[in-house]
């Protein structure tokens, strides 16, 4: 009898895994996204430009996702270092040093996969690693769980931005057209 | 874990009172239906072997009942007392059976073929009472069915209970002749959820003996995973979906086990899943690894975590999952349980290198066939490199929207102020007609993005508590249980993630989220 040592986490993860997509699917959780994302732009300094308006949008994903996943983790620690405490407290498996310059030479995703090594695909993971925040240096099955939720949250943040984008626009016009009736009148 | 955690909490708030032994009772079982369960047997009950010498004690106990059949009525009252001891504080009738029929479930071991129990005989005995008590028992999620007393209704949830129980708890009690009970039930069960009960009580009509040994295993395994699923906000129909294949499985297993309960088990087991897990939501699978892991542990046969190796592969083929079931006869017991075991398949290397590599190849290709779901217009692709191609191309423009949406909101957000202002008294008529979507705001306060029916009185009372500094979980919570449009599934999740384990977690996050967004200050 042979044993792979995977502990049984990995039932625990498997059961995440076919979670992840019913996580943020659900209404729920968009509705808390779409509070936080609220909150968050109110507190922006208005006229503070596209960017902080991005951050806001991301650091409220990323609260929605309670941190329980490892991009997550990345982006609220990115915007706020004393309180990484915190975050190990509550996710656990957050690295330290993570700010430390990585090496910029293509290094190779640890426990490298030999079967999904073909060049080609080592490259794409190496990509994918760099576009999921804070992925870079994860194996290919954490990284791939990784991109799940990431795309997951990805889809459900562009909902609600649009939805707010267009209510807002929507709102405007009307108060608009309200103010130029109420002008037409006077 | 953090989903045991919510289930605990929901048993907490959606009313149903434990008696505060349950806690205590159970020594160290980490799983609330486990405990109590534990609790029931009289005895605190640590693991599966403690359960069976506190099975083997109920048997040797005499039953002092009179009526007719003694099975019948042993059985009937173990579930009453399962349920009693948790409703005890809620229905009177129930303490009035409890203390009518003391302690006789001393047949639930002995007869086990016998399991064709008049459950009517028993169920005229004690009238509002066995039944009732008995909806508690599968959790929260039946609680709201509780409040209506009577025989029907008791009925109706005793074959409900039996149905899931035989599912969760044991065979034993799914054997409570779901025929006879569905019988009675079906011609009153008054909601939904009874009926997709009563659905799987008939399936269980048949039931041979050797439940007592499903009974011990799946006890323990079931109804952990039960509780999870029970704590993730569970609906009626993936419970029945799970119930059925649980009692597939049990069916199968009972039906084959006429003597080999050993390898006859876990190979049917093994084919049961295999067949079921492909049609059933993907929680059932852990149900199924975990049941399957328990029935072999307190058994001592096999190493359970033997069945634990072949459950990734479960979903994937049938056919080499079954050989390597009756691979699995052949080879010796013993082994670590938190180890995953992988069965070398026919025609294929043995060595300890191949099969480590085999078992990471598989779950990245889990992994990407999860991800190929996820990601549209990945489905023609075939080969790892294309469909990543295609993963990295939708994240890029995904990234894309997000930053140019960013952009539209930042020209936006000086007039969100007015927005707020206008949108209070238009809300109304705007989330009616004008709008093709509900007002932001509303949308937030109540649940009703998705109905496109907000009601007036919700969106005001939520609208003007929005506009405030910070929105209440009160009035979300409100606002939640007055939308008819939403599942009480959608219920539970949202107050379980913000207000149970989260509380703490959610104003600290949100305190180091506010002060990535610019602030000076920093809230504390």
Request: aromatic fraction near 4%.
């Amino acid at each position: 009898m042979i044993s792979a040592s995977s502990s049984s986490a990995s039932s625990s993860r498997k059961k995440k895994m076919k979670q992840a997509e019913s996580k943020w699917r659900t209404a729920a959780q968009e509705r808390i996204y779409r509070r936080r994302l609220l909150e968050a732009l109110r507190a922006t300094a208005s006229g503070a430009g596209p960017r902080a308006v991005k951050e806001a949008a991301d650091s409220a994903l990323a609260l929605t996702a309670r941190g329980q996943s490892q991009w997550s983790r990345a982006i609220l620690l990115g915007r706020c270092r004393p309180r990484r405490k915190l975050l190990l407290k509550a996710g656990g498996k957050v690295r330290r040093g993570r700010r430390r310059p990585r090496p910029a030479a293509p290094v190779p995703v640890a426990a490298a996969a030999p079967a999904p090594a073909g060049k080609k695909v080592r490259d794409r993971l190496r990509v994918l690693g760099r576009l999921v925040p804070g992925c870079r240096q994860l194996s290919a099955p954490n990284l791939l769980e990784e991109a799940a939720d990431y795309v997951a949250a990805l889809e459900m943040q562009v909902k609600a931005m649009r939805a707010l984008a267009d209510a807002l626009s929507a709102a405007s016009l009307n108060a608009a057209a309200a103010g130029e009736a109420e002008s037409n009148v006077v | 874990m953090e989903k045991e955690g919510f289930w605990g909490l929901q048993w907490q708030s959606s009313g149903a009172k434990l008696p505060p032994e349950l806690n205590s009772g159970s020594a160290a079982s980490d799983q609330l239906p486990q405990c109590f369960l534990n609790l029931n047997w009289k005895q605190p009950m640590a693991h599966d072997a403690d359960f069976e010498s506190a099975l083997s004690s109920l048997v040797s106990s005499p039953c002092s009942n009179p009526p007719a059949s003694a099975d019948g009525n042993g059985i009937g009252e173990l579930i009453g007392r399962l349920g009693g001891i948790c409703n005890s504080n809620d229905i009177s009738p129930s303490s009035r059976y409890r203390s009518a029929d003391a302690s006789c479930y001393s047949t639930l071991l002995n007869s086990p073929p016998k399991l064709n129990l008049s459950v009517m005989d028993h169920r005229q005995q004690g009238r509002g009472g066995p039944p009732m008590p008995v909806n508690r028992v599968p959790g929260p999620h039946i609680g709201p069915f509780s409040a209506e007393p009577g025989f029907e209704d008791g009925a109706a949830r005793l074959s409900c209970f039996a149905g899931r129980s035989s599912g969760s708890f044991a065979g034993q009690f799914g054997f409570l002749e779901p025929g006879n009970l569905s019988q009675a039930s079906r011609s009153q069960s008054p909601k939904g959820g009874f009926g997709s009960c009563v659905g799987v009580g008939q399936s269980r009509s048949e039931r041979p003996a050797h439940l007592e040994m499903e009974m011990r295993s799946k006890i323990g395994g079931s109804s952990t995973p039960e509780a999870t699923e029970l704590g993730n906000g569970p609906e009626e129909s993936s419970l029945s979906d799970r119930m059925t294949a649980d009692a597939s499985t049990l069916r199968a297993i009972t039906d084959n086990n006429s003597g080999k309960w050993k390898t006859a088990a876990k190979r049917k087991g093994r084919e049961a899943p295999l067949s079921s897990s492909a049609t059933n939501p993907p929680a059932n699978m852990t149900e199924e690894e975990n049941s399957d892991a328990k029935r072999c542990k307190p058994a001592d046969r096999n190493g359970g975590a033997k069945n634990a190796a072949v459950k990734p592969k479960t979903e994937q083929n049938g056919d080499p999952a079954h050989r390597e079931g009756k691979d699995n006869d052949h080879k010796p017991p013993e082994s670590p349980k938190d180890y995953i075991h992988v069965r070398a398949r026919r025609g294929q290397a043995t060595d300890a290198h191949s099969l480590a590599e085999r078992v990471r190849r598989e779950k990245i290709s889990k992994r990407m066939k999860f991800l190929q779901d996820l990601v549209p217009g990945c489905n023609k692709v075939t080969g790892k490199a294309v469909m990543l191609d295609e993963i990295i191309n939708y994240v890029q423009s995904l990234q894309r929207q997000v930053e140019f949406l960013s952009m539209k909101l930042a020209t936006l957000n000086p007039q969100m102020d007015v927005s707020m202002e206008n949108l209070l008294p238009k809300d109304m008529y705007q989330s009616r007609g004008l709008m093709p979507q509900p007002v932001y705001p509303a949308e937030i306060g109540t649940v009703l993005s998705y109905a496109h029916q907000p009601q007036t009185v919700a969106l005001q009372s939520i609208v003007t508590s929005s506009l405030e500094a910070q929105f209440s979980l009160n009035s979300l919570q409100s606002s939640l249980q007055q939308s008819q449009s939403m599942q009480h599934a959608t219920t539970d999740a949202y107050t379980d993630a913000p207000s149970q384990l989260g509380g703490l977690w959610e104003d600290d996050l949100q305190s180091v989220a506010q002060t990535g967004f610019g602030q000076n200050h920093e809230p504390t």
